[in-house]
């Protein structure tokens, strides 16, 4: 039990909770107070420790995993990064990898919302694809009127990214706990890669009704004695007789 330990990284009292879950195949007894643990033990180990790091997936999941047909795959380092991987590359822009900065044809000052947006600028001048479209739609609403003069700065786009960030990582941990680890590699990367686009509309709608509700919310404070629903043109003093 000693090596087992220090070769897996895992604590005798969770092996053996691991043993009693089916999770590990029982040792083979050498006396009442000893056992025999092999590779195998080893391997189911440190398979079980990297899926509820790298994916969160519950033990009742992995258990399934480790028991299908092909569960000893599991058992490979090489398999877990095998799905990020794939799913990052089929959402690479289908264009050209980088894009040089100053053929984007925007302002002297969109290389101050470099750093803003943590867009990393190339040492040959390029940004990535995905980045030159970031790059180009933060010069739209600049077209607007949404100029740093009237506070849509550099902190705007900051906090953008800040809640970006937090989003996706729940996004992330969410599908790998709850879909990916049910269903097969090739349905999970279809789902993800399709969900995305439905998710940004649907993020999108949700925060159109967010902002039209504060607006509401502010306008009430504002007209305490307001009603919501009249018609803003309509005569309050007015009657049916007129």
Do not use: C
């Amino acid at each position: 039990m000693r090596d087992l330990e220090k070769a897996s990284g895992v604590g005798r009292e969770t092996i053996r909770f691991y043993i009693r879950e089916g999770l590990l195949p029982e040792p083979d007894k050498t006396s009442p107070n000893s056992a025999r643990y092999t590779d195998v033990h080893v391997a189911r180990l440190k398979a079980i420790k990297r899926l509820q790091e790298e994916r969160f997936l519950p033990l009742a999941v992995i258990r399934t995993l480790l028991e299908a047909e092909d569960g000893d795959r599991w058992l490979l380092p090489e398999v877990f990064p095998t799905l990020d991987a794939l799913l990052a590359q089929r959402l690479e822009d289908g264009g050209p990898a980088r894009v040089v900065f100053d053929d984007l044809g925007l302002p002297p000052h969109s290389r101050e919302h470099l750093d803003d947006l943590m867009i990393p600028l190339a040492e040959d001048g390029t940004v990535t694809a995905r980045d030159a479209a970031i790059l180009r739609t933060v010069q739209r609403l600049d077209d607007i009127g949404f100029t740093p003069e009237l506070g849509f700065d550099g902190g705007q786009m900051r906090l953008y990214n800040v809640l970006i960030d937090w989003l996706t990582a729940q996004e992330v941990r969410h599908f790998l706990e709850h879909t990916a680890g049910h269903v097969g590699e090739a349905k999970a990367l279809d789902m993800a890669e399709q969900g995305i686009s439905v998710i940004n509309e649907l993020l999108g709608q949700l925060r159109t009704r967010a902002l039209l509700r504060k607006l509401s919310e502010r306008r009430t404070i504002a007209n305490p004695g307001a009603n919501p629903g009249a018609n803003p043109g309509a005569n309050p003093g007015a009657n049916d007789n007129g």
